[in-house]
């Protein structure tokens, strides 16, 4: 149905209609509403043909939409209002290149549909959707349904796809979503392929959906399961657009020059909203160029028996999510599809770019609106997803913000939303207004620095930026609107992290920023670059301590329990002039720069231990995630501007937390009355306390230490 106005609008619509004088004029069948449409072919069945509307946001329809079985017969629906005519390409197999051919029939509200009376399930099928402005109807792309529940991808450019009719039922054996108040929340943030792909895995399935879960393996589930953290973010996991243009060539105008590995590996080009990437269920050993991925559609299954095996283990799923753009590369989406309708665009209908990514979805349209609420309802119901990570949360519109969560937690009371607060802006504090968590920048540049020469942060015994002690205090208690500074109306919408997929990892900021390592210089030996020396060692463990003991929800990324180095290999047969090197930007690399490998986390197992005896602390400590701002108080340390002490009172139980940034000198601390119990200190960290002190204590530089008295 068509959105409703008042009575108001329809007199200016008369009016302006009865100027234009080329129109005809139509009301629905309420009779409240009146449309400007051109060539009504055929009214009875709602049917017409280069419709135009005064305004594109009056379009709507509650329509079921997709392809789905209704009464043994096929339906597929698809709302593209722009369109003059739309055909219903049904392929007999994968490979099929002569397929039947349907025109479509098109409603008043811009959904365009056509039935066969035959069960399709697990056929093929695209659409060939026409516009007034297209010059060669022979040439149109086939267009993937934005509601294909699953996708078979070619591997090529430009990343064809066909749409599957997908029906099938799934046995959860009553699985059930992961509650889990934000505040107790250790995410993991992973790629799915990375966490398997690298040989000391040891998995007979490495990079997949299966690999991840091999209960035999080293890597993956296991290993995760053992770090402690208690939610997996999956880097994006919906269908996407993985092959890039040639290196050094053109393709539909656009040249590359800066990726010559032709692949977008992290996945942040969506192409299917609702169906999930075979990119993670193919045998990677045996791809080919020009093959088809995902035929089968088993990778809907395969991603449901990963996420019902993370929550046998207790472990919540994330999926980070891209609503915001879609690939530049591929061709047969909504670009295709309705470009006016579904981009935000110039005055010159070119897309609007604020992604940096070349075009922005418009996601206040109510159609598209929709289909993101949709989505995310989707992957909540059909897939047992827990929460969702927003990439680019800011180019979502507010309205849409406060709709997803609103229906969200109809469903699941207790789902995550958390997002990057930027994009088109940069606004933590309206999404904590909305209930939304988003990720705290501050706390990340505050703590590490925000690069890794010049703006050196507090681990280093540097103040970056407009950075300071009361800002660190801010950070211990949520960043919270409390502080003068602070961002959240809440602390469990902080999220703290010092490391992502972006960017540097947190050991190789600290090697370079440390001025152990020169990014400059080729890494000869990666083994002997991943070995941390004893200021590395002492500098990642300071700032996971002062993370790990933060209020809020805490984020890692894969490997820094470890201070993992992304160093592209030197001997790979691409021609990447940055071999060698330490990779701050591995988007496009499906190789070892990216895998997780587990010879390097016994290579630093002592960091490694480290780190999950500070998560083993935190899940067990509650102070450290529910402590009150009243009952946090913090000790002034005159002489040392890098120091930091404060005292939680909380429940039975007081704890007493030291940190000396301070890169040269000791800094002595005076202890509350009473003997304390040493839960981690700079070498050691363990429910298990390692020693006893009282009335003063004597921190090196760069150390902290957790004391209990319980």
């Given at each position: 149905?068509?959105?409703?106005?008042?009575?108001?609008m329809?007199?200016?619509?008369?009016?302006?209609?009865?100027?234009?004088?080329?129109?005809?004029?139509?009301?629905n069948?309420?009779?409240?509403?009146?449309?400007?449409?051109?060539?009504?072919?055929?009214?009875?069945?709602?049917?017409?043909?280069?419709?135009?509307?005064?305004?594109?946001?009056?379009?709507?329809?509650?329509?079921k939409?997709?392809?789905?079985?209704?009464?043994?017969?096929t339906?597929?629906?698809?709302?593209?209002?722009?369109?003059?005519?739309?055909n219903l390409?049904?392929?007999?197999?994968?490979?099929?290149?002569?397929?039947?051919t349907?025109?479509?029939?098109?409603?008043?509200?811009?959904?365009?549909e056509?039935?066969i009376?035959?069960?399709?399930?697990?056929?093929?099928?695209?659409?060939k959707?026409?516009h007034?402005?297209?010059?060669?109807i022979?040439?149109?792309?086939?267009?993937v349904?934005?509601?294909?529940?699953?996708?078979?991808?070619?591997?090529?450019?430009?990343?064809p796809?066909?749409?599957?009719?997908?029906?099938?039922?799934y046995?959860?054996?009553?699985?059930?979503?992961?509650?889990?108040?934000?505040?107790?929340?250790?995410?993991?943030?992973?790629?799915?392929?990375?966490?398997t792909?690298?040989?000391?895995?040891e998995?007979?399935?490495?990079?997949?959906?299966k690999?991840?879960?091999?209960?035999?393996?080293?890597?993956g589930?296991?290993?995760?399961?053992e770090?402690?953290?208690?939610?997996?973010?999956?880097l994006?996991?919906?269908?996407?657009?993985?092959?890039?243009?040639?290196?050094?060539?053109?393709?539909?105008?656009?040249?590359n020059?800066?990726?010559p590995?032709?692949?977008n590996?992290?996945?942040?080009?969506?192409?299917?909203?609702?169906?999930?990437?075979?990119y993670?269920?193919?045998?990677?050993?045996?791809?080919?160029?020009?093959?088809?991925?995902?035929a089968?559609?088993?990778q809907?299954?395969?991603?449901?028996?990963?996420?019902?095996?993370?929550?046998?283990?207790?472990?919540?799923?994330?999926m980070d999510?891209?609503?915001?753009?879609?690939?530049?590369?591929?061709?047969?989406?909504?670009?295709?599809?309705?470009?006016?309708?579904y981009?935000?665009?110039?005055?010159q209908?070119r897309?609007i770019?604020?992604?940096?990514c070349?075009?922005?979805?418009?996601?206040?349209?109510?159609?598209?609106?929709?289909?993101?609420?949709?989505?995310?309802?989707?992957?909540?119901?059909e897939?047992?997803?827990?929460?969702?990570?927003?990439?680019?949360?800011?180019?979502?519109d507010?309205?849409?913000?406060?709709?997803?969560?609103?229906?969200?937690?109809?469903?699941n009371?207790?789902?995550?939303?958390?997002?990057?607060?930027w994009?088109?802006?940069?606004?933590?504090?309206?999404?904590?207004?909305?209930?939304?968590?988003?990720w705290?920048?501050?706390?990340?540049?505050?703590?590490?620095?925000?690069?890794?020469?010049?703006?050196?942060?507090?681990?280093?015994?540097?103040?970056?930026?407009n950075?300071?002690?009361?800002?660190?205090k801010s950070?211990?208690?949520?960043?919270?609107v409390?502080?003068?500074?602070g961002?959240?109306?809440?602390?469990e919408h902080?999220?703290?992290y010092?490391?992502s997929h972006?960017?540097y990892t947190?050991?190789?900021?600290?090697?370079?920023?440390?001025?152990?390592?020169?990014?400059?210089?080729?890494i000869?030996?990666?083994?002997?670059?991943v070995?941390?020396?004893p200021?590395?060692?002492?500098?990642?463990?300071l700032?996971?301590?002062?993370?790990?003991?933060?209020?809020?929800?805490?984020?890692?990324?894969?490997?820094?329990?470890?201070?993992?180095?992304?160093?592209?290999?030197?001997?790979?047969?691409?021609?990447?002039?940055?071999?060698?090197?330490?990779?701050?930007?591995?988007?496009?690399?499906?190789?070892?720069?990216?895998y997780?490998?587990?010879?390097?986390?016994d290579?630093?197992?002592d960091?490694l231990?480290?780190?999950?005896?500070?998560?083993?602390?935190?899940?067990?400590?509650?102070?450290f995630?529910?402590?009150?701002?009243?009952?946090?108080?913090?000790?002034?340390?005159?002489?040392?501007?890098f120091?930091?002490?404060y005292?939680?009172?909380?429940?039975?139980?007081?704890?007493?937390?030291l940190?000396?940034a301070?890169?040269k000198i000791?800094q002595?601390f005076t202890?509350?009355?009473?003997?304390?119990?040493?839960?981690?200190?700079?070498?050691k960290?363990?429910?298990v306390?390692?020693g006893?002190?009282?009335?003063?204590i004597?921190?090196?530089?760069?150390?902290?230490?957790?004391?209990?008295k319980?």
């Amino acid at each position: 149905m068509h959105l409703k106005t008042g009575s108001g609008m329809h007199i200016k619509k008369i009016i302006l209609l009865l100027l234009l004088g080329s129109t005809t004029i139509c009301n629905n069948l309420e009779g409240e509403n009146l449309y400007v449409h051109e060539n009504i072919i055929d009214k009875s069945n709602k049917s017409k043909t280069n419709t135009v509307t005064q305004n594109l946001d009056e379009y709507y329809s509650d329509k079921k939409l997709g392809s789905f079985i209704e009464g043994g017969a096929t339906v597929f629906r698809l709302f593209a209002p722009n369109a003059i005519e739309v055909n219903l390409l049904v392929f007999s197999d994968v490979h099929d290149d002569n397929p039947m051919t349907n025109k479509m029939l098109r409603d008043e509200d811009g959904v365009w549909e056509y039935k066969i009376d035959e069960d399709l399930s697990g056929r093929y099928y695209g659409y060939k959707v026409n516009h007034k402005e297209d010059n060669n109807i022979d040439d149109l792309p086939l267009c993937v349904d934005p509601y294909a529940k699953a996708v078979a991808s070619y591997t090529t450019y430009n990343n064809p796809r066909k749409s599957i009719v997908h029906t099938g039922n799934y046995d959860w054996q009553d699985d059930e979503f992961v509650q889990r108040d934000w505040r107790d929340l250790v995410i993991y943030e992973m790629h799915i392929r990375d966490m398997t792909a690298h040989e000391s895995a040891e998995t007979s399935s490495p990079g997949t959906y299966k690999g991840l879960i091999d209960t035999n393996a080293i890597g993956g589930i296991n290993y995760i399961k053992e770090l402690g953290v208690n939610t997996v973010e999956l880097l994006p996991a919906m269908d996407f657009g993985n092959c890039e243009i040639p290196f050094k060539d053109s393709l539909n105008g656009k040249f590359n020059s800066w990726n010559p590995y032709e692949r977008n590996h992290w996945g942040y080009m969506t192409s299917s909203f609702f169906a999930p990437s075979s990119y993670y269920s193919m045998d990677w050993e045996k791809f080919k160029w020009n093959e088809w991925m995902g035929a089968d559609g088993s990778q809907v299954d395969q991603f449901k028996d990963m996420v019902k095996e993370f929550h046998k283990k207790g472990i919540a799923v994330v999926m980070d999510v891209v609503y915001n753009h879609l690939s530049q590369y591929e061709t047969g989406n909504l670009k295709e599809i309705d470009k006016k309708y579904y981009f935000r665009l110039d005055d010159q209908d070119r897309y609007i770019t604020q992604s940096g990514c070349g075009n922005d979805i418009k996601t206040e349209r109510p159609m598209m609106r929709r289909l993101i609420i949709d989505s995310i309802l989707y992957w909540m119901k059909e897939y047992h997803i827990d929460g969702f990570r927003f990439d680019l949360g800011k180019l979502i519109d507010w309205e849409t913000i406060e709709l997803i969560i609103r229906e969200a937690r109809k469903v699941n009371p207790n789902v995550i939303f958390v997002c990057e607060p930027w994009g088109g802006g940069y606004d933590p504090r309206g999404f904590s207004l909305r209930e939304w968590g988003s990720w705290n920048d501050q706390i990340r540049n505050g703590i590490k620095g925000e690069n890794s020469e010049s703006g050196l942060g507090w681990i280093f015994g540097k103040w970056y930026g407009n950075n300071n002690i009361n800002r660190i205090k801010s950070y211990v208690n949520g960043t919270t609107v409390k502080y003068r500074h602070g961002l959240f109306q809440k602390k469990e919408h902080s999220v703290n992290y010092l490391e992502s997929h972006d960017g540097y990892t947190l050991g190789d900021f600290i090697r370079i920023g440390s001025g152990e390592v020169d990014q400059n210089k080729k890494i000869k030996n990666v083994d002997k670059n991943v070995k941390l020396t004893p200021v590395q060692t002492k500098l990642n463990k300071l700032a996971a301590m002062f993370l790990m003991t933060s209020q809020g929800m805490i984020m890692i990324h894969s490997g820094q329990e470890f201070a993992r180095s992304k160093v592209i290999p030197a001997d790979i047969d691409v021609a990447d002039k940055n071999k060698g090197h330490i990779d701050h930007n591995s988007y496009e690399k499906d190789n070892a720069t990216n895998y997780i490998n587990y010879n390097h986390a016994d290579i630093n197992s002592d960091l490694l231990d480290y780190y999950k005896g500070l998560i083993a602390i935190r899940n067990d400590h509650e102070a450290f995630r529910h402590a009150s701002q009243k009952q946090i108080k913090f000790i002034n340390i005159p002489d040392n501007e890098f120091a930091l002490a404060y005292e939680i009172s909380y429940k039975q139980n007081k704890y007493f937390v030291l940190f000396n940034a301070d890169q040269k000198i000791n800094q002595e601390f005076t202890l509350p009355d009473g003997e304390w119990n040493i839960l981690a200190g700079a070498n050691k960290a363990s429910l298990v306390p390692s020693g006893s002190v009282s009335g003063k204590i004597n921190l090196e530089p760069v150390t902290g230490i957790i004391l209990i008295k319980e």
